[in-house]
């Protein structure tokens, strides 16, 4: 299986609940970062985690990170129709440098009905 | 708030043709990326590029790509001569300094090979 693979592949929700998405990886990374697509449009970042961190918030965003499984999930938290989009786990690994090239999971995509 | 620009937004060509990809990264940022998604598909680094040089590029990116940073605000993709499996998405993104800082995706050229 190929670096970040999230589950589930789709995921539909009634407006008002969370919503909980996952994603695993392969090898040792330095962050992992979770963007939002839209519809034919550009990757949005939402949050990062780094590899000595566990949890980490915003707004209605909770990322959880696992080293030892590698493995991290995402909540959002009191859905709204506007949360609707595919969702991608990303990780980052670099060594010395600052690139910050990412590695893109398959991705989930989050239907929230009204 | 500063954004990632590319150009076209779609652009058809025939096998065999040349296509240039065009992207203003924003101002400040010193790394530049494009990354590739095929319809459905994941979200697939392609190459990225630090102070006038690839710092990595991935084994898609072959020698009928290159890139180049013509006049320090633009950053283009050229495919030399395409094929139909070239059919894709194309994505420029920008980032500051440092591993953790996210990139910043433009909304993406939609190369349709025909």
């Known amino acids: 299986s190929q670096q970040g693979e999230e589950d589930p592949q789709a995921l539909s929700i009634q407006e008002g609940e969370n919503a909980t998405m996952n994603c695993s990886y392969k090898t040792s990374i330095n962050n992992l970062q979770w963007y939002r697509q839209n519809s034919g449009r550009g990757l949005v970042h939402l949050i990062l985690?780094?590899?000595?961190?566990r949890e980490k918030h915003s707004g209605r965003l909770r990322v959880t990170l696992d080293t030892s499984k590698k493995s991290s999930s995402l909540l959002i938290t009191a859905s709204r129709a506007a949360d609707t989009a595919s969702y991608f786990c990303?990780?980052?690994?670099?060594?010395?440098?600052?690139?910050?090239?990412?590695?893109f999971g398959t991705g989930t995509l989050l239907a929230v009905q009204p | 708030e500063p954004e990632v620009t590319q150009t076209p937004s779609h652009q058809v060509t025939q096998m065999g043709q040349e296509v240039i990809l065009r992207c203003v990264p924003i101002s400040n940022h010193l790394y530049f990326y494009w990354y590739r998604q095929i319809l459905g598909q994941k979200v697939e680094f392609l190459v990225s590029?630090?102070?006038?040089?690839?710092?990595?590029k991935s084994e898609i990116f072959d020698d009928q790509f290159s890139v180049e940073r013509p006049d320090g605000s633009n950053f283009t993709l050229k495919i030399r001569s395409t094929k139909l499996e070239d059919s894709a998405m194309y994505f420029c993104?920008?980032?500051?300094?440092?591993?953790?800082?996210?990139?910043?995706f433009g909304n993406g050229t939609r190369l349709t090979v025909t």
């Open positions: 993104a920008s980032s500051g300094w440092g591993g953790d800082s996210p990139l910043h």
């Open positions: 985690i780094r590899s000595n961190e």
């Open positions: 990303a990780t980052a690994s670099y060594y010395g440098g600052a690139t910050n090239k990412l590695i």
């Open positions: 590029f630090y102070n006038n040089e690839i710092s990595e």
